[in-house]
């Protein structure tokens, strides 16, 4: 085990001054991917541990059209919400689906963001091979065992998933996550959030170093709308996902009206699917037409021979969801 500092500040100021001053310095919050990575499977290095558990960031506050979630909720209250349960029902599946409740008791909702991979080779430092925690180093999991790995956005440099339920029906919303820097505030869109794996899979999505979410700001389904998160894995509990998708439609007299789709389990961001939303508006809600939009969502994938299975079961995963959401016969 390595030696760590570990430092409590009661201020957002005073804590993102700590973690950017500081290049060996990182944020601590519920801890059940952070704690892991340094101290039980020692692939990441942080001199200084910096626990925001203090900062004033937990909490749901409704708007007119979203909901401003705080990056120190926790899973668990969040799904308890009653407006997340009334007007974001496949959010709260998602969350519902995720880990085990003593884990959503303390996992936050600005830690399943920033969650890491689940890459056996990235999570092994006697793995020497993997560009994401030795970057040039080369990708052990692209000739080694790779079921529970990336078929979208992914490159023969990295085929690591990105593992959060969460974050899939998050980015059909929509949804902005609010940072604070040293510089001050800013907000990015969750669809502007993520990098693809491409040539640097050790660059994960666009905050600086020392950069803290501080909330989500999520928009509501609008009025109409029906929702719903399918979660395919191998074990009805405490598993995570080989697919799933979040769908969301409004439909009238028999035609989708709108449409918002976003795929987890597949890809090494969660994936907005907007190929398969033009192919939905506008369409009638038949088994055809969805069976259409997850051929337009799961176009071009990079398969090796573990994963290749995902393209079927991703497509036969959309429809039915599709489905499921539309009420249309099976
Ligand atoms: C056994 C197990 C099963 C799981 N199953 C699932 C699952 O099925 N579905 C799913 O979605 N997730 C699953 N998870 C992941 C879990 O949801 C995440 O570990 C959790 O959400 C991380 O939140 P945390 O508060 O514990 O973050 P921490 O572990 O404290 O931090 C995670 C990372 O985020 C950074 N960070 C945290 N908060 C902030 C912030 N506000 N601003 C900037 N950086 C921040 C930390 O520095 C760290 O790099 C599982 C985890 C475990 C251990
Ligand atoms: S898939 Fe990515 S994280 Fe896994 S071994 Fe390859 S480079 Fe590393």
């Known amino acids: 085990m390595t030696a760590f500092e570990y430092v409590r500040p009661d201020d957002v100021a005073g804590a993102v001054t700590m973690v950017s001053a500081d290049p060996a310095a990182a944020y601590l919050a519920g801890g059940t991917t952070q704690l892991d990575l340094l101290l039980k499977d020692g692939v990441v290095r942080s001199d200084r541990l910096v626990d925001i558990g203090r900062l004033p960031l937990r909490g749901i506050t409704p708007g007119d059209e979203s909901l401003r979630v705080g990056a120190l909720t926790t899973m668990e209250e969040m799904a308890a919400d009653p407006l997340v349960a009334r007007r974001l029902p496949f959010v709260r ?164 009206v709108w449409a918002r789709l976003a795929l987890g389990g597949v890809a090494t961001i969660p994936w907005r699917a907007r190929e398969a939303e033009t192919v939905l508006t506008g369409a009638p809600a038949t088994r055809e037409t969805f069976r259409a939009a997850a051929e337009a969502a799961i176009r071009d994938p990079f398969t090796v021979p573990g994963t290749a299975f995902k393209v079927e079961l991703a497509k036969r995963t959309i429809v039915r969801v599709l489905r499921d959401v539309s009420g249309t016969p099976r």
């Open 93 to 256: 599946e998602a969350l519902l689906a995720g880990a085990s409740p003593q884990l959503r008791n303390m996992a936050t909702i600005g830690g399943n963001l920033l969650q890491r991979t689940r890459c056996r080779y990235f999570r092994d430092p006697a793995v020497a091979a993997c560009n994401k925690r030795s970057p040039g180093s080369g990708c052990a999991a692209v000739s080694g065992l790779a079921r529970m790995h990336a078929i979208l956005g992914a490159s023969p440099n990295c085929i690591a998933l990105h593992a959060s339920d969460l974050c899939v029906p998050l980015v059909a919303l929509d949804t902005d996550v609010h940072v604070r820097g040293t510089d001050g505030r800013r907000d990015v869109p969750l669809t502007e959030f993520y990098l693809p794996s491409g040539d640097r899979p050790e660059v994960e999505h666009v905050l600086a170093h020392g950069e803290l979410i501080t909330h989500v700001e999520v928009p509501l389904l609008p009025a109409g709308a029906r929702s719903g998160y399918l979660k395919v894995r191998d074990r009805s509990s405490y598993e995570f996902a080989l697919t799933s998708a979040a769908a969301a439609l409004r439909i009238e007299e028999g035609t989708i």
